[in-house]
Each structure stands twice: as C-alpha cells, then as structure tokens.
T-cell receptor, first 116, second 113 residues
Framework: DTAVSQTPKYLVTQMGNDKSIKCEQN?????MYWYKQDSKKFLKIMFS???????INETVPNRFSPKSPDKAHLNLHINSLELGDSAVYFC???????????????FGQGTRLTVV | GENVEQHPSTLSVQEGDSAVIKCTYS??????FPWYKQELGKRPQLIID?????GEKKDQRIAVTLNKTAKHFSLHITETQPEDSAVYFC????????????FGTGTRLTIIP
C-alpha cells in the first residue's frame, strides 16, 4: 500500500550500459518529480512532470530521459551510464495543479544506482 | 532561480538539549517552506512546514519560525531524543501549482545519549 513506489531499490551496472528506474504513485497526484541525491546528500531536482507533461528540466544531460505514460507513473531511463551517475535517485509526487496550495512532496524509497 | 542555504552542515547535541537549524533563501516570491527529515537509508519525509502568512508554527517538540523580511527560516527541536538523529533538509518553493522544491544542503543532526 505504498504511496510512492520505485523499482529497483538497488541497481549495480557497468559503465556504458542503459538502465531504467520505474516509479508509480497511488495518491492521485498530478505532479511527479525525479531528484538526485549525491554522496554528499545534496538533493537536486532533475525533472518535473504535471499530468504527463514535462514542466521542469534542470540542465540534466540528455542521456537522462524521463517518460510519463500516465500521471501515476514517471520512469527514468539513463543511456550510456557514467561513473558520475552513481547516486540515489528519488521519485516524488505532489498534488500539483494551478490552484493547488499544497506543495508537499511525498518521496519514494529511493534507488541506489552504482556504476562500476 | 531560488537558492537555499542551510547551516550548520553537522550538529551534535546532548540528549534533552535543543537543536536549531537555520536556512536562508534568495527568491522573495517563495512562500512555502517545508522541513524534511531523512533517516539513514530512508526516504525524506515531511516533518513540518510553514507558509509566508505565518511567522511561527509548532508541532509538539518541533517548531519553525519564518522571517520573510530577512528571508530566513529556522527549525527548532526541543527536548531532543536519540530518534531525532537524522539529516534534516529545509526547502523553499512558490507554493502553488507545479512549483518545485529547492532544497538546502542538509544538516546531519546527532543526538548524544
């Protein structure tokens, strides 16, 4: 019954590979996000989608491609993985919408990506 | 864009004492300021938030204060307990619609028994 769930929890892969992380939320929220947390614990936004539409792309290399098949899902595909991509990736969702006053973000449990 | 600074980066306090974490933000249009707690290996979770029309908000041992003129806000934890040990993040956003949260750099709080 998890509100925001992402898979896999751990991902170890070699440089140059392509991998995907999946995220689903059952909160009925309109907005979903991907955040990257590096080894120093900095939480930085990567992408934001509202109702399947991309609204924020924070200068992320185009090797990273988010896809939102519907507003409950936001997947992250990463091509040609590099050592520097190693981090914990968090999916999150919030109610969103132009008239919403609540911006509280609910986070998934994170995916620890290790590139070797 | 918004820039949020957070201090200190690490904080150790004796159990039972108070802890204070401070943040400043740059965008005067920001009006929603949440605080997240992240325990080791877990997801960030909201513990308290405040909007710009309020100067202070309290929830049991946790309180947040906001000074919009100076563009800073603080988290206060009183009567600290070992389970308060975690990384705490402040954040800011414009609070409406699809506005992203811009996070501070985090404070690792350690409660010494």
């Amino acid at each position: 019954d998890t509100a925001v769930s992402q898979t896999p929890k751990y991902l170890v892969t070699q440089m140059g590979n392509d991998k995907s992380i999946k995220c689903e939320q059952n909160l009925g929220h309109d907005t979903m996000y991907w955040y990257k947390q590096d080894s120093k614990k900095f939480l930085k936004i990567m992408f934001s989608y509202n109702n399947k539409e991309l609204i924020i792309n924070e200068t992320v290399p185009n090797r990273f491609s988010p896809k939102s098949p519907d507003k409950a899902h936001l997947n992250l595909h990463i091509n040609s993985l590099e050592l520097g991509d190693s981090a914990v990736y968090f999916c999150a969702s919030s109610p969103g919408g132009a008239l919403q006053k609540n911006t509280e973000a609910f986070f998934g449990q994170g995916t620890r990506l290790t590139v070797v | 864009g918004e820039n949020v600074e957070q201090h200190p980066s690490t904080l150790s306090v004796q159990e039972g004492d108070s802890a204070v974490i401070k943040c400043t933000y740059s965008d005067s249009a920001s009006n929603y300021f949440p605080w997240y707690k992240q325990e080791l290996g877990k997801r960030p979770q909201l513990i308290i938030d405040i909007r710009s029309n309020v100067g202070e908000k309290k929830d049991q041992r946790i309180a947040v204060t906001l000074n919009k003129t100076a563009k800073h806000f603080s988290l206060h934890i009183t009567e600290t307990q070992p389970e308060d040990s975690a990384v705490y993040f402040c954040a800011a956003s414009k609070g409406f619609g699809n506005e992203k949260l811009t996070f501070g750099t985090g404070t690792r709080l350690t409660i010494i028994p």
